[in-house]
């Protein structure tokens, strides 16, 4: 079965400091795409980052930045410099190369970040 | 340019009754998607499609039945609702497997 495990159900931060949030999957397919989702209050869900899983530079958007370890199947998320604007729900998921894109959910996790 | 439009954002439902979620999208999209969210589960995949005129069964497709007549457009359909399908439904596009979802803002469905 393929799976995404986010250990951490809830986490917080203090303003400008630094949080990584755990994620780990499991698959038996080679060619796949990995992807963290933030979720704020609004419900809408927006595209943090994205990484290839053939890629094995880690992917970064600003003050985001994955580290992805396909040997370990894991996939974190590291945060800088954490804004109030951060606080949000947290979902990694994966999606398999040509298996009709479907999206694999973890349970996310609740990041708090406090003035 | 729209994105990705769900109606309605809102609804409660008796026991029993039916409703259709409607999906739109004005990006040309392949593959669009159902999925629902509950609390501590993330979000689980109900039914998707990969063109105009196919649709798939995902991971949870009980209750649910779904269509794409039409490319721009994905219709859920509820056709006797029951409680454990009180929860917020989000519809998603994508061009092709390589690339990111883009989402609707969900619709909250309670039944009663």
């Known amino acids: 079965a393929q799976t995404v495990t986010q250990s951490q159900p809830e986490m917080s931060v203090q303003e400008a400091e630094t949080v990584t949030l755990s994620c780990t999957y499991d698959?038996?397919?080679?060619?796949?795409?990995l992807f963290w989702y933030k979720q704020p209050p609004s419900r809408q869900m927006i595209l943090v980052i994205r990484?290839?899983?053939?890629?094995?530079q880690n992917a970064t958007e600003n003050r985001f930045s994955v580290n992805f370890q396909k040997a370990a199947k894991s996939f974190s998320l590291k945060i800088s410099d954490s804004q109030l604007g951060d606080t949000a729900m947290y979902f990694c998921?994966?999606?398999?190369?040509?298996?009709?894109?479907?999206?694999?959910f973890g349970q996310g996790t609740e990041l708090s970040v406090k003035p | 340019n729209a994105g990705v439009t769900q109606t309605p954002k809102f609804r409660v439902l008796k026991t029993g009754q039916s409703m259709t979620l409607l999906c739109a999208q004005d990006m040309n999209h392949e593959y669009m998607y159902w999925y629902r969210q509950d609390p501590g589960m993330g979000l689980r995949l109900i039914h998707y499609?990969?063109?105009?005129?196919?649709?798939a069964k995902g991971e949870v497709p009980d209750g649910y039945n779904v269509s794409r007549l039409k490319k721009q457009n994905f219709l859920l359909g509820l056709e006797s609702a029951a409680p454990s399908q009180t929860s917020v439904y989000f519809c998603?596009?994508?061009?092709?497997?390589?690339?990111?979802?883009?989402f609707g803002s969900g619709t909250r469905l309670t039944v009663v």
């Open positions: 499609s990969v063109g105009e005129g196919t649709t």
């Open positions: 698959t038996s397919e080679n060619n796949y795409y």
């Open positions: 998603a596009s994508r061009k092709d497997s390589t690339y990111g979802y883009t």
């Open positions: 998921a994966f999606s398999i190369y040509n298996q009709g894109g479907k999206l694999i």
């Open positions: 990484q290839e899983a053939y890629k094995q």
